[in-house]
């Protein structure tokens, strides 16, 4: 199967947000804890500019398999260069090597974007992702112990790094 990846465009919010929502009840990916709604979810998309901080689709065969997007680290100027990568995959399409592919074609993005630096933040048991962002070559650059709480449970952050 192709995979392709192109710009999201407000109709696919609702595929977006739906896709996002099937991580929150494994609390592996999002410190969300109740299902998020497409309206609630209209300004942080309006945020995304596909020309510094895009948010791409993850196409297979026709059909929307997940999103890859960049977002501002911190906000201030001086960390212009720097952006924070978050992946979902939709459940179905988990197991395909999709984040392998979104990590690689984010990397071919990065020097249109004047990017070269990325951080990710993956929770400390979310070992599938911790895995993939180290195999390519992100390394731990903080550990935040217990800082969320999830089902009575105390959660660790992680924040890995790359510099492209």
């Avoid at 990846?5 to 999002?30: C, H, K, M, W």
């Avoid at 599938?128 to 992100?138: A, R």
């Amino acid at each position: 199967m192709t995979t392709t990846f192109a710009e999201a465009t407000s109709q696919d919010l609702p595929a977006i947000v739906a896709i996002y929502n099937q991580a929150i009840p494994g609390r592996l990916a999002t410190a969300d804890l109740q299902p998020v709604s497409v309206a609630s979810k209209q300004a942080w998309f309006a945020a995304y500019d596909p020309h510094t901080r895009p948010l791409w689709k993850i196409m297979v065969a026709g059909q929307l398999a997940g999103w890859v997007g960049l977002e501002d680290f911190y906000g201030r100027p001086a960390y212009q260069h720097t952006a924070e990568i978050s992946i979902y995959i939709d459940t179905h399409f988990h197991h395909q090597g999709l984040g392998q592919q979104a990590l690689d074609f984010v990397a071919t993005q990065l020097p249109r974007l004047d990017i070269n630096t990325l951080v990710a933040f993956i929770f400390a048991h979310n070992t599938p992702s911790l895995g993939l962002f180290n195999k390519n070559g992100f390394s731990r650059w903080a550990h935040l112990p217990d800082v969320a709480l999830m089902d009575d449970q105390l959660r660790s952050l992680d924040i890995l790094g790359r510099r492209y």
